[in-house]
């Protein structure tokens, strides 16, 4: 039985690393690793007491580089793991395993230890990326490796554990298995990341009030006098913090346990499925049965996805009859000389596709609010993001409808690639204008035009990071990772990369920070570009 689960979580590790997404998901490790001990000028700051900061010696690089592993890789990496079950759905692997004595509990078990093996593996290269940081530094070149690593060991793995375990959760729930809960879950994690720092939690929390209460101790015993409160998090630093020397943390007998104790409930998490997961049976659930017919239906070849019956609209004309109402308004006649118009028709239908009344009543509520804002830096401020994050689930189909609905083979056989390319990345254009049509008509009327050329950046830039994400992971869910917490530090007010010009009046790159973003939406173009005319070049 060991043997069988090992081999299970493991077969389905290798197939995960072997992904151009995986690839993606280690760079972001290492730049979270250079992110989280910062050089002493730079002006941003995770983890400080008050307006001090450690040195930077292996026990409190490990402890700061293993709680922002812990905070972010919960993070960023739930969006990446959680697609277990679906890939095994998807491929029909999931109908042979239901048809062998593999347990339900066992199948679960498995998942749960290939999606803790690859977060792990996160933490390993974050592990390494301490011990490099640390040497870079060079404000302490003494290394202690018990407390360089044990920090990943007590507080980012039960963190990452948990994650794992949730993924799993979330994926064997209709509603959570799309990307609700990727927006759900960035809400929980937010929640867990601030509360979880709190004194008196149970099991001490997230695990760092521990942390906070010996830097404290440490820092009476110097004699440093602290001016505010354990801050952990992203912040922009407005002045250089002073320092202290941390000696390091000794966990306690009981903090240990809190710590095992959450392994053991992530794993609970990660079997509590097995109550009502129907193990691929066909006749357990309208959604399963609807999802296995389309997987059969695209292995066989027959089924035609949304791409597909575009191209057979625009060559035997639209019905007047069928499809939605904006499929209708924005078929175009398959006249001569409108390739272009009509390929970003049918890009924007395909990208539109299967959106609910519920998101255009949304929609249109942010823009009434955009135009009738009291104040023009509420607009750019507030509303400016509340409009750029609610089409996020739309953005995230950019570059991978091709792959994910079976024809990019297909596809990739048709003439004028770029073209296609181009159109699809109009059609997410178009969708990031219209939802910020509110503020841009407000800047335009307050003839604001440093906040135009904010939001012009902004809108090339979502659909081109959009783009590049899906096209070189060939799955939504990396850019769904990658932009809430790019989305999160404008909207709360860190201007690391201001790609909306939403904090120009704070921001001392204001003027640059447009074509600055101008120039990165065009490199990621290229990227997309480049690509995809490589990936062509290997089929032919």
Not at 38 to 45: C, E, G, L, V
Not at 434 to 459: E, K, N
Request: aromatic share 8%.
């Amino acid at each position: 039985m060991l043997k069988t689960l090992t081999g299970l979580a493991m077969a389905d590790f290798r197939d995960r690393v072997r992904r151009p997404a995986y690839l993606a998901v280690l760079a972001a490790a290492v730049a979270l690793g250079y992110v989280a001990v910062p050089d002493a000028d730079t002006p941003w700051m995770i983890m400080q007491v008050g307006d001090h900061r450690g040195i930077y010696n292996s026990a409190y690089v490990g402890m700061v580089t293993a709680l922002a592993a812990g905070l972010w890789i919960t993070l960023g990496g739930f969006s990446i793991v959680r697609n277990s079950i679906e890939r095994d759905r998807s491929t029909r692997v999931g109908q042979l395993l239901a048809a062998t004595p593999l347990r339900t509990p066992a199948y679960l078990a498995g998942k749960f230890l290939s999606n803790l093996l690859v977060l792990a593996s996160m933490l390993g290269v974050l592990a390494v990326t301490a011990l490099v940081m640390q040497l870079a530094r060079g404000e302490s070149r003494e290394i202690d490796p018990v407390a360089l690593w044990q920090p990943f060991v007590l507080i980012a793995l039960p963190l990452v554990a948990l994650t794992a375990a949730l993924a799993l959760l979330f994926e064997s729930l209709p509603v959570l298995r799309t990307g609700v809960g990727t927006v759900l879950w960035f809400g929980v994690w937010l929640v867990v990341a601030v509360a979880g720092q709190g004194p008196g939690l149970p099991l001490d929390g997230i695990g760092v009030n521990s942390v906070a209460r010996s830097m404290a101790a440490d820092m009476a015993a110097q004699h440093v006098h602290v001016t505010g409160s354990f801050s952990l998090g992203l912040t922009y630093l407005d002045k250089p913090l002073g320092l202290f020397t941390w000696h390091g943390f000794t966990p306690t007998a009981g903090y240990v346990l809190g710590r095992v104790a959450l392994l053991l409930i992530a794993a609970l998490l990660a079997l509590l499925p097995a109550l009502w997961f129907g193990r691929f049976d066909p006749a357990r659930g309208r959604g399963h049965r609807a999802a296995d017919e389309q997987a059969q239906a695209r292995a066989a070849g027959t089924a035609q996805p949304a791409a597909v019956q575009l191209v057979f609209l625009d060559e035997a004309g639209p019905d007047p009859a069928s499809g939605p109402i904006l499929g209708r308004v924005l078929r175009t006649r398959p006249e001569r000389g409108a390739v272009s118009l009509r390929l970003w028709a049918g890009e924007v239908r395909v990208l539109l596709q299967g959106v609910r009344w519920w998101w255009w009543l949304g929609a249109a509520l942010l823009v009434v609010c955009g135009l009738t804002a009291p104040a023009l830096h509420g607009v750019t401020r507030v509303m400016l993001p509340l409009a750029w994050i609610w089409p996020v689930l739309i953005w995230s189909r950019l570059g991978t409808q091709r792959h994910e609905h079976g024809v990019e083979g297909m596809l990739g056989a048709c003439p004028a690639v770029r073209r296609r390319v181009l159109a699809e990345w109009a059609a997410g254009l178009t969708v990031t204008a219209a939802a910020g049509i509110g503020p841009l008509v407000r800047v335009i009327a307050a003839g604001d035009w440093l906040a135009l050329a904010g939001w012009t950046g902004g809108a090339l830039f979502i659909p081109s990071l959009a783009m590049a994400l899906g096209t070189l992971s060939r799955t939504h869910r990396l850019f769904q990772a990658v932009y809430v917490p790019l989305w999160y530090s404008v909207a709360n007010g860190l201007p690391l990369f201001d790609f909306m010009g939403a904090l120009r009046d704070s921001s001392e790159l204001a003027t640059v920070q447009p074509p600055m973003t101008v120039l990165a939406a065009a490199a990621l173009m290229a990227v997309v570009l480049a690509t995809t005319a490589l990936r062509r070049f290997g089929r032919d």
